[in-house]
């Protein structure tokens, strides 16, 4: 079965960075797609970014284009999400998915595409 596990969730000051991993294991199809949503308290997950393994192809919500990078190592099955010049607004619990042969993205990242999900992280901004 598809195990997914997050790390490098925690607490920073506005304008700083933050790096979340996740190590993927246990799929039985050649390629997938692995992604990240997050879900501020009080409002419904929203899909942020997805990579594609079999050609790298990323989706990125407009929200965070030019401030995320998500990247993978496929050696070591893990897929990372590199936080910049992070906000007060993306305080969240971050979850990263996964569904198989390729990210599901048009018109957005729908919760119900992506079958495997881990326990998720928190990220604090604050002062």
């Known amino acids: 079965q598809v195990q997914l596990v997050e790390s490098g969730g925690g607490w920073v000051q506005p304008g700083g960075s933050l790096r979340l991993s996740c190590a993927a294991s246990g799929f039985t199809v050649p390629y997938h797609g692995i992604g990240w949503f997050r879900q501020a308290p009080g409002k419904e997950r929203e899909g942020i970014a997805c990579?594609?393994?079999?050609?790298?192809?990323?989706y990125y919500l407009d929200s965070v284009k030019g401030r995320f990078t998500i990247s993978r190592d496929a050696i070591n099955n893990t897929v990372y999400l590199r936080m910049n010049n992070l906000q007060y607004e993306d305080t969240a619990a971050y979850y990263c998915?996964?569904?198989?042969?390729?990210?599901?993205?048009?018109?957005?990242?729908?919760?119900?595409?992506?079958?495997?999900w881990g326990q998720g992280t928190q990220v604090t901004v604050s002062t």
């Open positions: 990579i594609s393994s079999s050609d790298d192809s990323t």
């Open positions: 998915t996964a569904r198989d042969y390729y990210c599901s993205a048009a018109g957005g990242m729908a919760v119900d595409k992506y079958p495997y």
